[in-house]
């Protein structure tokens, strides 16, 4: 089972970033995917969640920022980002998780300077 997380990048406070997880090893469509995130000094917290019949949930941060989507053909979650804040700054991992089998993709960092 293969999570990879990409997109992350430099960008400036208010601007944007399109977040990418990619998988492979797991039955896509069968999955919860989440994007979480861990800052320095911080405890990993979710950011956004998508389940199988494409219901979301968003962080309370995030909420009107952030948008979460998935494409079942191509085994692929999105996290499309704007308004970026310097708190938004940390590691973005994405997870998926099904019937309690959770894995792990190395994470993206993002970095929003003021």
């Known amino acids: 089972v293969q999570l990879q997380a990409s997109g992350g990048g430099l960008v400036q406070s208010g601007g944007s970033l399109r977040l990418s997880c990619t998988t492979s090893?797991?039955?896509?469509?069968?999955?919860?995917i989440g994007w979480y995130r861990q800052a320095p000094g911080r405890q990993r917290e979710v950011v956004a969640i998508?389940?199988?019949?494409?219901?979301?949930d968003y962080a309370d941060s995030v909420k009107g920022r952030f948008t979460i989507s998935r494409d079942n053909f191509r085994d692929e979650v999105f996290l499309q980002m704007t308004n970026l804040r310097p708190e938004d700054t940390a590691d973005y991992y994405c997870q998926s998780e099904h019937r309690g089998r959770v894995f792990w993709g190395q994470g993206t960092l993002v970095t929003v300077s003021s």
């Open positions: 090893g797991i039955m896509f469509g069968r999955y919860t």
């Open positions: 998508i389940s199988s019949d494409f219901n979301t």
